[in-house]
């Protein structure tokens, strides 16, 4: 079975902290992604990774940064964490998509639940 | 990608079949449709997907309408293990997919 790991299920941190979530997944997947998901706004995409060292932005980046120095791991940096930043973060992974679109079925961590007080 | 339209909360009676529709009225020719759920405290799950024929697999079924515009998931035997939240994600297969607010489906003993 496929099985990606989130380093911690809880996490409290001080406003202004550095903040490194971690993210390890184990099927040799092409793709990793990492969203935060808020009561009534569903699952946004913060950045996601085709390939290691390349990286893209997804629809909410601001405030974070990450890091995919290895093929089976992707970090999510928050430089200097603020309130706002309180959330469920999932990481997941994929395979790339087959030529003819093949399923991009994404496995999703555990989560990580993050207070910034 | 196109929009997804999926009502908020469904109710469901134990051992009846499960039917969660989603409206994507501005789907393109090339895009499949995709259902995953999230059970509380837990990552999202893949369930199924499809293009334009109806799909079958050990979680559920998936019915597409003839013109695309809708969709409809079905858990054929709902257990209480199927309370949980499900996502209808409309997408060409690339990488990205774009989560909504989904369709709470609670299953009533």
């Known amino acids: 079975d496929v099985k990606v790991t989130q380093s911690s299920r809880y996490l409290v941190k001080r406003t202004g902290e550095k903040v490194f979530l971690e993210c390890v997944q184990d099927?040799?997947?092409?793709?990793m992604f990492w969203y935060r998901q808020d009561p009534g706004l569903g699952l946004r995409l913060i950045y996601f990774?085709?390939?290691?060292?390349?990286?893209e932005k997804g629809d909410i980046p601001e405030g974070y940064s990450v890091s995919r120095e290895k093929k089976e791991r992707f970090s999510l940096i928050l430089e200097s964490a603020s309130t706002n930043q309180t959330s469920m973060y999932l990481c997941?992974?994929?395979?790339?998509?087959?030529?003819?679109?093949?399923?991009?079925?994404?496995?999703f961590g555990p989560g990580t639940r993050l207070t910034v007080l | 990608d196109a929009k997804t339209t999926q009502p908020t909360s469904m109710d469901c009676a134990e051992g009846r079949a499960a039917n969660l529709p989603c409206n994507h009225s501005?789907?393109?020719?090339?895009?499949?449709v995709y259902w995953y759920r999230q059970i509380h405290s837990q990552g999202p799950q893949y369930i199924i997907h499809?293009?334009?024929n109806n799909e079958t697999n050990e979680m559920a079924s998936l019915i597409i309408t003839e013109d695309r515009k809708s969709s409809t998931l079905i858990l054929p035997h709902a257990t209480l293990r199927d309370t949980a939240v499900y996502y209808c994600?409309?997408?060409?297969?690339?990488?990205?997919?774009?989560f909504g607010t989904g369709t709470r489906l609670t299953i009533i003993p």
């Open positions: 099927m040799d997947h092409e793709n």
């Open positions: 990774s085709y390939d290691v060292k390349m990286k």
């Open positions: 997941a992974s994929s395979e790339l998509p087959l030529a003819g679109g093949r399923s991009n079925e994404q496995f």
């Open positions: 994600i409309v997408n060409f297969g690339n990488e990205k997919l774009t």
């Open positions: 501005t789907i393109s020719g090339n895009e499949y």
């Open positions: 499809g293009l334009k």
